[in-house]
Nanobody
Framework: QVKLVESGGGLVQPGGSLRLSCAAS????????MAWYRQAPGKQRELVAG???????NYADSVKGRFTISRDNAKNTVYLQMNSLKPEDTAVYYC???????????????WGQGTQVTVSS
């Protein structure tokens, strides 16, 4: 069983910063892409940022220049540094990972349970 556990959410004022973490645990061989998604009330889940095992990154236009995704492959952990936060960044943030449980397996996507980020004065 592979488990993703997020941490770091909370309440922050506009213009503030938060750092989210997501650690993968359990029996796994390797992790390909890792990513952060978010879902605001009444809206569809959207991709915020993704990072490949080799380090290439992509971002949603709405967060470019404010958010930074990174990963520590030795710890099977992905991070999201969020700066200059805006009220419209308020959402539940989910991490996702494409995991190979054994060497010859195709990757399967796993999700974390989500962490609430609220940007409000």
């Amino acid at each position: 069983q592979v488990k993703l556990v997020e941490s770091g959410g909370g309440l922050v004022q506009p213009g503030g910063s938060l750092r989210l973490s997501c650690a993968a645990s359990g029996f796994l061989f390797s992790i390909n892409a890792m990513a952060w998604y978010r879902q605001a009330p009444g809206k569809q889940r959207e991709l915020v940022a993704g990072i490949q095992s080799g380090g290439s990154k992509n971002y949603a236009d709405s967060v470019k220049g404010r958010f930074t995704i990174s990963r520590d492959n030795a710890k099977n952990t992905v991070y999201l540094q969020m700066n200059s936060l805006k009220p419209e960044d308020t959402a539940v943030y989910y991490c996702a990972a494409d995991v190979r449980r054994q060497a010859l397996d195709a990757p399967s996507r796993y999700w974390g349970q989500g962490t609430q980020v609220t940007v409000s004065s």
